[in-house]
């Protein structure tokens, strides 16, 4: 009995001195100086191995944070719970020292005597069939829904030392496997997504776990679906097509969204979007779409030219698919150079311009056309009064697609109407090609081959012959590895033509043929870097080529004499970084910085004038020759981009930004409105590149939870070395441009309104713009001016704008749509008195640009009216009637006065001074939704 006795108080003290030893091991140790600021993983591993601790958590439950010790004397326990209780997790610690971190609730390390009060005895549950109505547990519940898909992504080991991880994939259709561009990924927990690229690839960046997801795109049923997120890993999805009858469904990316996205100035058009607008005889045209949108202003009638902010036409740059075109008209400029059924979107930027672009001032306007079905054949196209033309599509194999767009016209007829014989005699016509060819050799690479051709030819009867075309194509390669890293690596080339022979007065009958080459490398490589950082940087180099051609005598009877021009050559390039930081929920930052270098390079002869002199003939003083490749002038300049949104609350933002840019190139042309003969010209040894600085805040905010979106955009924008030309300028026929011209500066500020209902049976938008553009023109040294040295408004200053753009679905089938435009007239130069030097009558003007013609009104109306909506069906029809300024108003294109009866009378030119009605007809295989 004794020794019994003798064993068991032998075992209570060693049981005691473990409890003690193991208290000892969580209260009694106190971790040193060198256990601060490990990551949470690093301190818990370094402890157990030291002091012998035993912890226990889930490694991929625990916060991503660094331990904080606020003094030597603080114990694992009361370490743990400073650092983890502000986190949702409770330290226990059982009677043997064993330490628990569990989220939201503390683990019982002792068994209460409440226990062992009742026994209870636990009966299993009945087995029942489950049926449709009913659910088993595996099923996750989300608002009402079961989610009965639930993906493991990654695994614990690969995600061990991290507590956060990348999904990432491709999101295609299961009809045709194209991918989905702008699909949406949102993560249900959290209320934050992200979209698809022009790949149909996503990526995000979670903190591991439980999430619901929901994947979705205006095309496709929505998908939601359960993951397990253990490590980085990916997840392709195939969404579902569907065919909305009754609502019509609207998804926005939150990059671009009105309230939460970065961007400001900025507009995204879809052609969906572009297909109810009416038009000037029926052609659908993307870039009369831009006209009707706030901060963007047409100086005439039927230009496919415009101003953006109070800048020169000039200083907008147009690509489609990287290539650059330097005239997007059509017939004179009543229609753009762009197929609308061979586009998918285009994007114009204004306001904070992303670094990646550069070259020029005031906006980019960038056009992605489509690349072609993936799983089947398919055509469509348009047939109106004066242009029809079709696009095909289709697979080339498992791995490869195209696209091939092509239009034309037949606008003799049209001329034939006219009752004038010189323009029923006259020729015009034109037309354009589209290709586009796309190869996926495997997920992680693609190649982009796409060519661009457009042609006009017009000959106005004993007047003018011209011709002109743009030509170009560019090779892409995009590479994409490790969820969120992007190559792309491009080749383009870009090129303009020009002819013309005159014969209006037959003294001066000529011809002149003009050229210019765009030969370009850019490469840029993106990365999300983090959740809070997305990292790109890029470079690209551009050589250009002008031939201005020989002006030549057209006839033997012409006094015109043969005079012939040096080539230029030029080569742009620059180097840039740009980063977007999400520094919290409100607040996010982006910027960047980008370094241009331009090189005016030989052959060349160079004037020199007398120093402090204008430059005219009479003061030059010598020639200065430059051999092939020299180096005749090189300008440097740094860019920066700056911006910031503000969330103020769930529905309501500030943005603001700023950019500076250069740019190398220009247009020498004297008239209001873009015109072919008009030529570009680079900078060169006295023609100094032009420098753009914009300042920009905005308030957005979404009103009925998005029903409407609005907007309030205020700029002030400022160029130096604005080129101006002097009155009387001959461009054509001079041989030393800068002779006839003089830079100054350009002062532009405005106000935007934008109203915006974006869904439901009625949707449009309406804008309203006040904006005042100045320039000077006053060189102290040299003592050239315009104006007397005084500011006087731009050519294409037109203070107020308004526009309203409204579409109603009546049914599935009928739609209605119109637009009613208003614009502020623009400046002009009157005579204002008459005076006589030795008998002969010479007329005095007034100060340059001081009277405005007349204000500008216009209502547009269409009716869409689709064919039957029969599921299998060959082909599916749709007609479009639409009547172009329907109150037949007068507007005015231009003012000018002739003597009569020695008088001076002035007349108004007006290019529609009646409605405009037609027809259109379009087209495609299958069926309304197809």
Known sequence: MRFFIQIGLLTGCILMFSVAWSQTGQNGVKPGSEYDGLPITEFLDKAEKEYGVSFYYDVDALPDIEIRMSGDAQTLKTILNANLNRNGFDVSVDANGNIFILKSGKIKTSISNEVFKERQIIRPAQE??????????????????????????????????????????????????????????????????????????????????????????????EEKFRINLLSDGKLDLKLEPQLFMLNEI???????????????????????????????????????????????????????????????????????????????????????????????????????????????????????????????????????????????????????????????????????????????DSEADFADFIGNFTIRPDEKNKLNLFAYHSYDHLDLVELAKTNYKNTGASLSWDHFWNNNKKLNVSLIYGNYQFGQENSELDLAAYKHAYELDHLELKASYSWKISEQHDIEVGVNSIFYRLDKGDILPLTETSLISKRTFEKERGVESAIYLG????????????????????????????????????????????????????????????????????????????????????????????????????????????????????????????????????????YYKKVKDLVEYKDGAEFLINQLPETDIVQGKLDAYGIELMIRKPYGRLNGWMNYTYSDATIEVENEI?????????????????????????????????????????????????????????????????????????????????????????????????????????????????????????????????????????????FKLGNYAD
Not at 703 to 710: A, H, P, S, T
């Open 579 to 714: 980063d977007s930081w999400d520094v919290s929920d409100k607040l996010e930052l982006s910027g960047g910085v980008r370094f241009n270098t331009y090189s005016y390079l030989g052959p060349k002869t160079v004037m020199n004038y007398f120093e402090n002199a204008p430059k005219i003939k009479s003061n030059i003083t010598d020639t200065t020759y430059y051999s092939s490749g020299d180096i005749i002038k090189t300008y440097n300049g740094m860019d920066y981009r700056i911006a910031a949104k503000l969330l103020l609350g769930k529905s309501s933002s500030v943005k603001a930004g700023y950019n500076r840019l250069h740019q190398y190139i220009f247009l020498l042309t004297n008239t209001v409105s873009v015109s072919p003969s008009d030529l570009w010209k680079l900078s060169d040894y006295h023609i100094k590149p032009m420098t753009g600085d914009q300042y920009s805040v905005g308030f957005y905010t979404d009103i009925w939870g998005g029903f409407l979106e609005v907007s309030m955009e205020a």
């Open 250 to 424: 609207v998804i926005s990316s939150e990059k671009y969204h009105n309230v939460k996205g970065t961007q400001m100035g900025f507009e995204k058009i879809s052609t969906r979007e572009i297909k109810e607008l009416p038009m000037v005889l029926g052609e659908r045209d993307i870039i009369k779409v831009a006209h009707l949108l706030p901060g963007v202003l047409s100086v005439a009638e039927g230009s496919a030219s415009f101003n953006v902010r109070g800048s020169p036409a000039d200083q907008n740059l147009f690509f489609i698919n990287n290539v650059p075109v330097y005239n997007t008209s059509h017939f004179l400029g009543f229609f753009s150079s762009f197929n609308s059924n061979a586009i998918e979107e285009f994007t114009m930027y204004k306001g904070n311009i992303p670094v990646n672009y550069g070259g020029r001032l005031s906006s980019f306007f960038d056009i992605k056309a489509n690349e072609g079905k993936q799983d089947r054949f398919s055509a469509r196209g348009e047939i109106s009064p004066i242009t029809s033309g079709a696009v095909v599509e289709g697979p080339i194999g498992e791995k490869a697609n195209y696209m091939a767009g092509l239009r034309t016209t037949y606008s003799d007829w049209v001329l034939g109407l006219v009752e004038n014989p010189d323009i029923r």
């Open 782 to 922: 040299t003592g050239e001016e315009n104006n007397f040295g005084m500011p006087y408004p731009a050519n294409y200053d037109r203070p107020h704008a308004f526009n309203l753009v409204a579409n109603y679905k009546i049914s599935k089938r009928f739609n209605i749509s119109g637009a009613v435009v208003y614009a502020t007239g623009r400046p002009i130069t009157y005579p204002t008195s008459v005076y006589y030097q030795d008998g002969i009558e010479i007329l005095n003007y007034s100060l340059r640009n001081e009277y405005r013609l007349p204000d500008y009104f216009r209502i547009d109306l269409s009716i869409k009216i689709e064919g039957n909506l029969l599921a299998k069906k060959l082909a599916h029809g749709t007609f479009i009637l639409s009547v172009y300024n329907l109150t037949g108003r007068k507007n005015a294109y231009s003012v000018y006065f002739k003597t009569e009866d020695n008088k001076i009378n002035g007349y108004k030119l007006s290019i529609f001074g009646a409605p405009i009605p037609s027809i259109t007809y379009s």
């Open 128 to 221: 029942k069939t489950v049926s449709e109505e009913e659910k088993p547990d595996e099923f996750a519940e989300t608002e009402k829904e079961y989610v009965s898909k639930t993906y493991t992504i990654g695994n614990k080991k690969e995600g061990a030392k991290r507590s956060k991880a990348t999904l990432s994939g491709y999101i295609t259709s299961v009809e045709n496997n194209e991918p989905l561009i702008n699909a949406t990924i949102y993560v249900q927990e959290l209320q934050k997504g992200t979209t698809t690229n022009e790949n149909g690839h996503y990526s995000i960046t979670l903190k591991k776990g439980n999430y619901t997801l929901i994947a979705k795109s205006v095309e496709t049923k």
